[in-house]
């Protein structure tokens, strides 16, 4: 199976989903326990709900691969992306609700977490950095959009409800202060939905790696309760009902993306 899916769009925009992926490889499943095998902690149903994205015309990357085999939002080295905070980790060993992935002593040592590095988390990030870099070079900027979800309830990571649209920009490190109250204000007019900025969810490794405003390369995480688009218990099922209320303020944050960007090629 391919590492990633990629289109290449035609505007100064990369969406990246890379934890939309449900495969696991048949040598690492073996080892896994029951519950690995219903992949809940999947950002499900990413490219549906996105569906806008290639007729709008933006470049697309999504992950293939289970987070459970290697989560590509982690940096490589596995540091913690928030000191003090409970989370999982760059080969996780448990579900977020701390459910073993591993039957016991099947879990990956350090030569099988530097094969699955080299294997799947690699050429995620190669695409990435390639395109940002070609997106920069054509257009004089480039614009990244890291799309999550997650269940609206886990106790492990927040108290209560999640809101229902967390954007993170690394407390205002990743891109540009305008552009962050103009989407920021997208969420505060999204009738019927809550919204956070740089809440318990700031961006991942993606979105603090690869957003270099100095640059002129803007990246932001929109991590997503999945509340608002699908079901999220067994079988997770999409619900076309609520995504067709959530979908135009996706596009509306990509509208501002575009804008921004129109407004400030180098």
């Known amino acids: 199976m391919e590492k990633f899916l990629f289109h290449r769009g035609s505007l100064p925009l990369l969406v990246s989903m890379p934890h939309a992926g449900e495969h696991i490889p048949d040598d690492i499943r073996a080892g896994m326990s029951a519950p690995a095998l219903d992949i809940a902690d999947t950002d499900w149903h990413m490219p549906q709900l996105y569906s806008f994205l290639q007729e709008l015309g933006a470049s697309v990357l999504v992950a293939t691969h289970s987070r459970y085999v290697i989560d590509l939002n982690r940096p490589r080295d ?11 980790g760059l080969c996780p060993v448990d579900t977020f609700h701390k459910e073993p992935l591993y039957q016991p002593g099947k879990e990956p040592d350090e030569a099988e977490i ?9 050429p995620y990030h190669q695409q990435l950095q390639q395109e940002l870099q070609r997106l920069r070079g054509e257009h004089g ?36 202060p305008e ?88």
């Open 78 to 88: 596995n540091v913690n992306l928030y000191p003090g905070q409970d989370t999982t």
């Open 141 to 176: 900027v480039a614009m990244l959009w890291d799309a999550h979800s997650i269940a609206s309830v886990v106790p492990r990571f927040f108290e209560g409800r999640l809101p229902d649209l967390n954007l993170g920009t690394a407390s205002g490190t990743s891109c540009a």
């Open 114 to 122: 530097q094969r699955r590095i080299a294997h799947y988390w690699q």
């Open 179 to 266: 552009l962050e109250r103009q989407l920021l204000q997208v969420a505060v007019e999204a009738d019927g939905y809550s919204h956070a900025l740089n809440g318990r969810f700031k961006g991942g490794h993606i979105t603090r790696h690869y957003g270099k405003p100095q640059d002129n390369i803007h990246a932001i995480q929109l991590e997503q309760a999945q509340i608002t688009y699908m079901e999220e218990q067994l079988p997770f099922a999409f619900n076309p009902q609520k995504a067709a209320k959530v979908q135009p303020v996706l596009r509306r944050f990509m509208d501002v993306m575009l804008a921004w960007a129109d407004a400030h090629r180098a």
